[in-house]
């Protein structure tokens, strides 16, 4: 788990990241390069990742099926609901979401945290409105956390 003292806020305990995967860890269902080491970095830190997906293209188990994350995939209609569910489960209170679609508006929406990744695929407005935290590119989504202080930095008051 991650532990984020942030001035201005109440302490941050984060025990699950959420990430979307189309257009947030993977452009065209394949994973973004440098995510792999990210991912396992987080696990090593006792956070547990999900990857919550309609899996577009059909490569997401190929894709990260080795890596320490556990892939919840979804039927195409009504993933926003299904994502928040997954979120509301596991404790929003105590979760960081990553993504960058319209049907992540609602999982960052019940997180303690949420970032939208900017890529090459862009972002929602409504989920871009609804974000704590903007970046670039998933890896820069996930230096946030594998480095706190960045955190702390982009948040205090």
């Given at each position: ?31 973004v390069d440098g995510l792999k080491e990210r991912l396992v970095a987080l ?40 994502k928040q569910a997954v979120v509301e489960a596991l ?67």
């Amino acid at each position: 788990m991650i532990n984020l003292e942030i001035p201005g806020h109440e302490p941050i305990v984060v025990e699950h990241v959420t990430f979307d995967y189309n257009g947030t860890l993977a452009v065209d269902g394949y994973l973004v390069d440098g995510l792999k080491e990210r991912l396992v970095a987080l696990a090593d830190q006792g956070v547990d990742v999900y990857i919550l997906t309609a899996d577009t293209f059909g490569l997401v188990r190929k894709q990260c099926g080795h890596l320490p994350v556990t892939i919840e995939i979804f039927s195409k209609d009504n993933i926003s609901k299904k994502k928040q569910a997954v979120v509301e489960a596991l404790g929003g209170a105590t979760n960081v979401a990553i993504g960058n679609g319209n049907n992540d508006r609602e999982m960052f929406l019940e997180s303690r945290l949420s970032i939208v990744v900017m890529g090459k695929e862009g972002c929602c407005v409504q989920s871009l409105l609804a974000a704590d935290i903007v970046v670039n590119s998933p890896l820069d989504a996930l230096d946030l956390l594998l480095n706190p202080e960045r955190l702390v930095a982009t948040l205090r008051t």
